[in-house]
T-cell receptor, first 112, second 114 residues
Framework: ELKVEQNPLFLSMQEGKNYTIYCNYS?????LYWYRQDPGKSLESLFV?????AVKQEGRLMASLDTKARLSTLHITAAVHDLSATYFC????????????FGQGTILTVHP | DGGITQSPKYLFRKEGQNVTLSCEQN?????MYWYRQDPGQGLRLIYY???????QKGDIAEGYSVSREKKESFPLTVTSAQKNPTAFYLC?????????????FGPGTRLTVL
């Protein structure tokens, strides 16, 4: 059974600083997804990582996948207040591609 | 506009009642999913459907039921057997469940038991 763990669970950052959110998973996961959720809202897809060494970037966010280490990272560069949200990673694998297993989420707060 | 709609946005249920949450998509997606989110936690899969007239239990199916009579619709019934139904319910869809396509989420229904 796939288990997904994120750390840290809470992250308070100053504007302009860099930081990384880590997502570890327990068994083989063919794909790794990152989502963003604003308070009281639904989930917005950020990245889909499909293979070992995959790196994707959008604005101040960059996600990577290391399938050998069973680790994905979400790197935040020069944080701004608008990035404040909860970030989830989710893994999927085996034959049930549609069954996503989510991490607990990382609550990110960016302050001046 | 293509997307996923859920209704109602807020729902209040009395003890012993069954309630049905609506999920409709016009993305022509084959696969649809229901998740439950509790405060401060990630999402947990309740049921999913890969094709019309077929669905499978997820990790926490007890106390819930679904149907998939039409491609665009995947309603979720929260029965009185669900002991703690207060939560945020999210419906999602994807092109199908055998590809790596991301899942797209609806706006959610917040269910509260009175």
């Amino acid at each position: 059974e796939l288990k997904v763990e994120q750390n840290p669970l809470f992250l308070s950052m100053q504007e302009g600083k860099n930081y990384t959110i880590y997502c570890n998973y327990s068994t083989t996961s063919d794909r790794l997804y990152w989502y963003r959720q604003d308070p009281g809202k639904s989930l917005e897809s950020l990245f889909v990582l499909l293979s070992n060494g995959a790196v994707k970037q959008e604005g101040r966010l960059m996600a990577s996948l290391d399938t050998k280490a069973r680790l994905s990272t979400l790197h935040i560069t020069a944080a701004v207040h608008d990035l404040s949200a909860t970030y989830f990673c989710a893994g999927a694998g085996g034959t049930s591609y549609g069954k996503l297993t989510f991490g607990q989420g990382t609550i990110l707060t960016v302050h001046p | 506009d293509g997307g996923i709609t859920q209704s109602p946005k807020y729902l209040f249920r009395k003890e012993g009642q069954n309630v049905t949450l609506s999920c409709e998509q016009n993305l022509n997606h084959d696969a649809m999913y229901w998740y439950r989110q509790d405060p401060g936690q990630g999402l947990r899969l309740i049921y999913y459907s890969q094709i019309v007239n077929d669905f499978q239990k997820g990790d926490i199916a007890e106390g819930y039921s679904v149907s998939r009579e039409k491609k665009e619709s995947f309603p979720l019934t929260v029965t009185s057997a669900q002991k703690n139904p207060t939560a945020f319910y999210l419906c999602a869809s994807s092109i199908d469940s055998s590809t790596a396509d991301t899942q797209y989420f609806g706006p959610g229904t917040r269910l509260t038991v009175l």
